[in-house]
C-alpha cells in the first residue's frame, strides 16, 4: 500500500521561499507520478504540478509557473515542491497524491488520484 507523507509547510513572508517535500513508502518513488494539489480556505483543491515517472516530464498551473519547481530524490523515495516568490493567495494546505507513472491532466477530477497525503499548512503572510 502507497503512503504519502507531506513536509515542510510554515509561515513565511511575502516573496519568500518554502520547499515542501513529499516522502512515499510501500512503493520506489521512481515508479510514481507525483501531482501535488493545494486547498484554499473556501475553495476547491485544485492540481498545481506535476512530475512524471521515468522521463520526468513536468507540468504546472498557470498560477504557479515560474515561481514553483517540482523535483524529486528517488534515492531518498521523496518528491520537493519548491516555492519562491511566495505570494498571500498562495496560502493553502499543500497535498501529495498519486495514481500510476503518468501525470493526469491537472484538472482532473480528484478520485483519479487514489493516494493521498495528510496535507501541510503554507501560510504566506504580508
Known amino acids: 500500500q502507497v503512503q504519502l507523507a507531506e513536509s515542510g509547510g510554515g509561515v513565511v513572508q511575502v516573496g519568500g521561499s518554502l520547499r515542501l517535500s513529499c516522502t512515499a513508502s510501500?512503493?520506489?518513488?521512481?515508479?510514481?507520478?507525483i501531482t501535488w494539489f493545494r486547498q484554499a480556505p473556501g475553495k476547491k483543491r485544485e492540481g498545481i504540478s506535476c512530475?512524471?515517472?521515468?522521463?520526468?516530464?513536468?507540468d504546472y498551473a498557470d498560477s504557479i509557473k515560474g515561481r514553483f519547481t517540482i523535483s524529486r530524490d528517488n534515492a531518498n523515495n521523496t518528491a520537493y515542491l519548491q516555492m519562491d516568490s511566495l505570494k498571500p493567495e498562495d496560502t493553502a494546505v499543500y497535498y501529495c497524491?498519486?495514481?500510476?507513472?503518468?501525470?493526469?491532466?491537472?484538472?482532473?477530477?480528484?478520485?483519479?488520484?487514489?493516494?493521498w497525503g495528510q496535507g501541510t499548512q503554507v501560510t504566506v503572510s504580508s
Open positions: 497524491a498519486t495514481d500510476g507513472a503518468f501525470c493526469l491532466w491537472l484538472g482532473s477530477p480528484l478520485n483519479h488520484w487514489r493516494h
Open positions: 510501500g512503493a520506489p518513488l521512481d515508479a510514481m507520478a
Open positions: 512530475l512524471s515517472a521515468g522521463t520526468g516530464n513536468t
